[in-house]
């Protein structure tokens, strides 16, 4: 047992700490009991790039452990961790770089793969050698990021979960990939960001929609949408949620329609989103249809291409929703609150808001949940190809390449018959 104050340790029948005084928690007990789940939980905190507070923050409101920060400084130091790294081998950091550039990481800029490097590699790097060397292996790349320039408007927002903006992503629908997001406008964190058969389907984004308030327990105080009937489902489960709410935005006003321009915290977002990631996508899938491997008027390619490309496609959009949450968004003239996503998002005391969750009963949600079942239909090509899989024993596809070879190998068994 130790002090949570000043990290001495202390024998287990204290009730106070022999060093400073300070009464000894109880919750030490649990966080001693737990020590390497609680060390992983550190460690994952702090690869995402949280600051002291923040880490100190979300272990007591969200794993019930109360510890201080020279504790945690401590703890930190015993698991070799340091916030500055002086000894890292450049070989090898060039070697992830490289990696992450590659696929649709080519048109991320120096902060994005900053921080990559630390989220899932574990290397604590600075960002000059990061910029350095990504002006040595892209520099045409780093010119052509540096010339634009985004311009935004103000936003004004009460807290996390007091609108959500939502949207579906139709540049990669001509491919057969529609994408759906949602975006919380206070924190900027993604809710949700999944690939989908159709944007058009009201049920689909009613069942995301659906999902993420099972979660949470709770809807926001207001979701805006564009016009249009692929969100009917979700404006009248928002509204009834919201039926008896007492404040200026309760039932029907739970839900707001608007252009997309107005929608602007979702639209910016997709802003970032196609520089940064689909841009690369569509420019695969431009490649292959020019150069006559893909046919977009073709059944059996365009099931074959879903099969092979959507899943390694989701994992990208998890990576993405991961690293947007845990980066930083910098302090900038206008009215956003600058902070890391999922900080703002559930430590929002920290910068001086509110969590404006609407609680949501479960048998309201079990209620709903009906209008979201979609129609079961068969399905003779996924048939098909999970068949031919498991006869010839390939492999699911981890990466795009390997994705575009499973393509060419489904097209030429196909030539065959």
């Not at 009730?15 to 789940?37: A, L």
């Not at 490289?98 to 990481?105: F, L, S, T």
């Not at 579906?168 to 058969?197: A, M, N, Q, T």
Request: with cysteine.
């Amino acid at each position: 047992m130790f002090c949570t104050s000043c990290g001495v340790v202390c024998i287990e029948e204290a009730n106070f700490c022999h060093e400073c005084g300070s009464r000894i928690n109880v919750v030490v007990d649990n966080f001693e009991y737990n020590r390497d789940n609680i060390d992983n939980i550190i460690e994952e905190y702090f690869y995402h790039g949280y600051r002291y507070h923040d880490i100190v923050g979300l272990l007591a409101k969200h794993h019930g452990v109360q510890i201080h920060v020279r504790t945690l400084k401590r703890k930190l130091k015993e698991l070799g961790l340091k916030q500055r790294e002086t000894d890292f081998d450049e070989q090898a950091v060039r070697m992830c770089i490289e990696k992450e550039m590659q696929d649709a990481g080519s048109l991320a800029g120096y902060r994005y793969i900053w921080h990559a490097l630390r989220l899932r590699h574990h290397l604590i790097v600075p960002r000059g050698v990061v910029s350095a060397i990504m002006r040595e292996i892209d520099p045409d790349g780093v010119r052509e990021r540096k010339a634009r320039r985004l311009r935004r408007r103000t936003y004004v927002s009460f807290g996390p979960n007091f609108a959500w903006h939502i949207d579906g992503y139709d540049k990669l629908k001509p491919y057969g990939f529609p994408i759906h997001g949602c975006i919380c406008g206070y924190s900027r964190r993604i809710i949700w960001l999944e690939v989908v058969k159709s944007n058009n389907n009201p049920k689909i984004p009613a069942r995301l929609f659906l999902d993420a308030v099972g979660n949470l327990k709770g809807c926001p105080r207001v979701v805006r949408s564009d016009c249009g009937t692929k969100n009917v489902l979700i404006a009248g489960m928002q509204s009834y949620f919201r039926a008896h709410g007492n404040d200026e935005y309760a039932g029907v006003k739970a839900h707001q329609y608007g252009s997309s321009p107005s929608n602007q915290r979702i639209e910016g977002w997709w802003s970032f989103f196609r520089r940064s990631n689909s841009t690369w996508w569509i420019n695969i899938f431009k490649d292959m249809s020019d150069s006559g491997i893909l046919e977009l008027g073709n059944e059996f390619h365009m099931h074959c291409l879903w099969f092979c490309y959507s899943k390694v496609i989701q994992n990208e959009l998890d990576k993405v929703k991961e690293q947007w949450n845990s980066h930083y968004i910098r302090k900038s003239r206008h009215d956003t609150i600058p902070g890391v996503p999922d900080i703002l998002y559930y430590l929002p005391e920290n910068s001086g808001a509110i969590d404006c969750l609407v609680c949501v009963p479960q048998d309201k949600i079990d209620e709903v949940e009906p209008q979201c079942y979609l129609d079961v239909e068969e399905d003779p090509y996924t048939d098909y190809f999970e068949h031919i899989m498991e006869t010839e024993m390939w492999n699911y596809p981890a990466n795009a390449e390997e994705a575009f070879n499973l393509f060419q190998n489904f097209n030429n068994l196909q030539e065959q018959v």
